[in-house]
């Protein structure tokens, strides 16, 4: 066993720092605030790769790390670890959600009616140069309905569910702490429903549409149609000393379900995350839907995109490459060259003919 | 005895703290701070930030699971033989404890009239705000026709 000692090494990483931290100068709270203003889905789809749910702490780890995601991620999630966990929610459902936008894709009349909701999907997309010319772009305002939109609007599935077209969700009485929690425990194959759905919630958004994608385009065993996709807002639902229950406040939520033909029913794929991130979830859904029988290594496969979707492992381990590996490397050099030599060896002296 | 905790008239203590746990953070403090004075000794048990997780129901298969923790500012407090608690999303210890203040007055019986003009109004402003949104994500409903 041997070391590789590095001399001057405090000084540079201290310098190396510091160069990083120079070419975003000062972090004020003003800062702070307008990227929180300016890039509300950054945030949303920082706070939910960090499983952390605040705006004004997503925006900090951003500002902090020059919008290095990863690096905001890892911050948020460390920062996670100093605060104590006061409680356990209700769980959300999709009926209680304070609803912004609901599609979908598969039937056009569904209970309720569509929304499209914040979206630039029918957009043209086009780059507004003329701010870099000094001008201001100012988005036209909405122009509101007459009447509101219902705040709660039914479920797609359960409807789905009454008209025979798929086996109903069976009521899950686990709550509070007995909830699987893939924070506080390993997450073992094959998974928990709740720890894939938790990981797939809190996956790295880029992995899970990588994976998903390959399901989509026909490495996976089931085609999705977007069968109910929402932005919303959930109550976070929590228990006052008297035993009063109320909600302390909302935070968005993303939730999709994908369906697919199943002999003479339909089945479902189900994703959520914290925050507005409709890729993630119809990726994620999608993974789900195609999880059931894949077969070992396939993208598909349960243990392969849990595993390498989870972002702050698979980028830490990607970059510990870069950390000096000398010892270890050195070693492969030897026995490179110690095979070269007895080849090298063999064929000056051939052995003697019997 | 303790006497019961009150509520004030034509409200749950759920309604009650729903609204305070919304309440615009600047008036919440504005109205609890001068609350205090006439308050018997209150003695603080908690005021802290912290995680709440939260929970979904998947509707695929019903499976309860965890969507990921959401930061909260808790405050409790007694006095009087009476508990009061705040809890509301974001980092802010005062306005948490602003809210238990307020939800403690009333449970005393203190000031219910300033508390329901207070919690009234607040409940009209949330309203109004919730309103607007969904007059807003009504302009973007679509009809479909199939041709």
Redesign the interface.
């Known amino acids: 066993m041997a070391y590789v000692a590095t001399r001057g090494g405090e000084r540079a990483i201290e310098q190396s720092q510091r160069l990083f931290k120079a070419e975003m100068g000062e972090i004020t709270p003003e800062r702070v605030a307008e990227i929180r203003a300016a890039m509300p889905y950054l945030i949303d789809r920082v706070?939910?790769e960090?499983?952390?749910?605040?705006?004004?702490?997503a925006a900090l780890a951003l500002a902090q790390t020059g919008g290095e995601l990863y690096e905001a991620v890892l911050l948020l999630r460390a920062w996670?670890t100093t605060?104590?966990?006061?409680?356990?929610?209700?769980?959300?459902?999709?009926e209680g959600l304070?609803?912004?936008?609901r599609i979908s894709a598969a039937f056009?009349?569904i209970p309720g009616?569509?929304?499209?909701?914040p979206?630039m999907d029918y957009a043209h997309r086009i780059l507004a140069t003329e701010v870099l010319d000094g001008q201001v772009h100012r988005p036209d305002p909405?122009?509101?309905?007459?009447?509101?939109?219902?705040?709660r609007q039914p479920?797609v599935?359960?409807w789905q569910a009454e008209n025979g077209l798929l086996t109903g969700?069976?009521?899950?009485k686990?709550?509070g702490n007995d909830?699987?929690?893939?924070?506080r425990e390993p997450l073992l194959f094959p998974a928990k429903?709740?720890?894939?759905?938790?990981s797939l919630?809190?996956a790295e958004t880029g992995g899970v549409l990588a994976l998903g994608y390959a399901a989509q385009r026909g490495y996976g065993q089931a085609h999705p149609t977007v069968n109910?996709l929402r932005l919303a807002e959930?109550e976070?639902v929590?228990t006052?000393?008297?035993g009063?229950?109320?909600?302390?406040?909302?935070?968005k939520?993303s939730?999709a379900?994908v369906v697919d033909k199943k002999g003479d029913g339909l089945?479902?794929?189900?994703a959520?995350?914290?925050g507005w991130n409709e890729v993630k979830v119809i990726a994620a859904a999608t993974l789900?839907l195609n999880a059931e029988g894949a077969p070992k290594g396939a993208p598909t496969e349960e243990e392969f995109f849990l595993y390498h979707t989870e972002g702050v492992e698979s980028s830490g381990f990607c970059i510990h490459f870069k950390l000096p590996h000398y010892v270890t490397f050195q070693s492969s050099l030897d026995a490179m060259r110690d095979a070269k030599a007895q080849k090298a060896a063999k064929e000056k002296s051939p052995e003697p003919a019997e | 005895m303790t006497a019961l905790p009150q509520t004030l008239s034509g409200w749950t203590h759920a309604q009650q703290l729903d609204v305070l746990a919304r309440a615009d953070a600047a008036r919440i403090k504005a109205f609890a701070e001068p609350l205090i004075a006439d308050l018997p000794e209150i003695t603080v048990i908690e005021n802290r930030t912290g995680l709440v997780m939260l929970p979904m129901r998947d509707t695929a298969q019903g499976t309860h699971f965890h969507l990921g923790e959401v930061l909260v500012s808790e405050a409790h407090v007694s006095a009087g033989g009476q508990e009061g608690y705040g809890m509301r999303r974001v980092r802010d210890l005062e306005a948490a404890m602003a809210m238990a203040l307020v939800d403690l007055a009333i449970a005393l019986g203190h000031a219910p009239e300033a508390c329901a003009a207070f919690l009234s109004n607040e409940a009209r402003a949330q309203s109004e705000a919730d309103t607007e949104t969904l007059r807003k994500v009504e302009a973007t409903r679509v009809d479909m026709e199939t041709f």
Do not use: N
């Open positions: 706070m939910g960090a499983s952390l749910y605040d705006e004004d702490l996670r605060q104590p966990r006061i409680a356990v929610a209700e769980p959300v459902t999709q304070f609803t912004h936008r056009k009349d009616g569509q929304v499209l909701g979206t909405v122009e509101p309905a007459a009447r509101p939109s219902p705040a479920s599935a359960a969700a069976v009521p899950d686990t709550v909830i699987p929690d893939v924070t429903r709740a720890h894939t759905l938790q919630a809190r109910e959930a976070i929590v006052h000393p008297r009063t229950q109320f909600s302390a406040g909302r935070v939520v939730q379900e089945r479902l794929g189900f959520a995350t914290l789900d």
